[in-house]
């Protein structure tokens, strides 16, 4: 009786040593699969920029019964050149980050900041190459340029630089693919005294 018992175990023991190796090979095959599958830079962009949340500055917004959401004609297009910002009080502003209703403006310490115009119209992105565009999210200099001003608050650019090569590429690639929108959006500007 005890050798059956011992046998019974040791016959479980293989068959269960068998099937545990068999799973894991399919696993490793499966994730071996899943990598070799190309990545479309497009939709992976789009997804990236959306999960970035590039939209709450870069895209002015229109108000509906939900507040306000991203104008679908103008996605990314930066601070509209036609928006005149209301006054606001100075000494406030030295303590505080104040945002323009669309948020795409921002007014604090530093002065006030656009938000940048994201789309391939010559406005914005349109004549950058993928080398300004990994200058600008990895060092964060304004238009990828190395004589350049940094970007300001609240670009969270030290952020982004974080990504890896195939995601910035990804983002540019899907920015590249947008409708152009021509908006030349206003220098910043200095901290008032």
């Given at each position: 009786m005890?050798?059956?018992?011992?046998?019974?175990?040791?016959?479980?023991?293989?068959?269960?040593?068998?099937?545990?190796?068999?799973?894991?090979?399919t696993?490793?095959?499966?994730?071996?699969?899943?990598?070799?599958?190309?990545?479309?830079?497009?939709e992976?962009?789009?997804?990236?920029?959306d999960?970035?949340?590039?939209?709450?500055?870069?895209?002015?917004?229109?108000?509906?019964?939900?507040?306000?959401?991203?104008?679908?004609?103008?996605?990314?297009?930066?601070?509209?050149?036609?928006?005149?910002?209301?006054?606001?009080?100075?000494?406030?502003?030295?303590?505080?980050?104040?945002f323009?209703m669309?948020?795409?403006?921002?007014?604090?310490?530093?002065?006030?900041?656009?938000a940048?115009?994201?789309?391939?119209?010559?406005?914005?992105?349109?004549?950058?190459?993928?080398?300004?565009?990994?200058?600008?999210?990895?060092?964060?200099?304004?238009?990828?340029?190395?004589?350049?001003?940094?970007?300001?608050?609240?670009m969270?650019?030290?952020?982004?630089?974080?990504l890896?090569?195939?995601?910035?590429?990804?983002?540019?690639?899907?920015?590249?693919?947008l409708?152009?929108?021509?908006?030349?959006?206003?220098?910043?500007?200095?901290?008032?005294?």
């Amino acid at each position: 009786m005890k050798s059956k018992i011992l046998l019974f175990a040791v016959v479980s023991m293989l068959a269960y040593s068998c099937n545990s190796r068999t799973e894991k090979k399919t696993t490793e095959m499966e994730v071996e699969t899943i990598e070799q599958e190309p990545i479309n830079l497009v939709e992976r962009g789009e997804y990236l920029v959306d999960l970035g949340g590039c939209h709450h500055c870069h895209s002015p917004k229109v108000m509906t019964d939900h507040g306000p959401v991203p104008d679908s004609n103008r996605l990314l297009s930066g601070h509209p050149s036609d928006e005149v910002l209301p006054p606001y009080d100075k000494e406030t502003a030295k303590g505080y980050a104040l945002f323009s209703m669309g948020l795409t403006s921002t007014t604090g310490p530093w002065g006030t900041s656009f938000a940048a115009n994201l789309t391939p119209d010559a406005s914005g992105i349109g004549t950058w190459s993928e080398a300004q565009f990994f200058k600008a999210i990895r060092e964060g200099k304004s238009k990828g340029l190395d004589g350049g001003r940094m970007l300001l608050p609240p670009m969270p650019w030290q952020d982004f630089a974080k990504l890896n090569d195939e995601d910035i590429r990804a983002i540019f690639t899907y920015l590249k693919s947008l409708p152009a929108v021509e908006n030349v959006v206003p220098a910043p500007i200095p901290p008032a005294m």
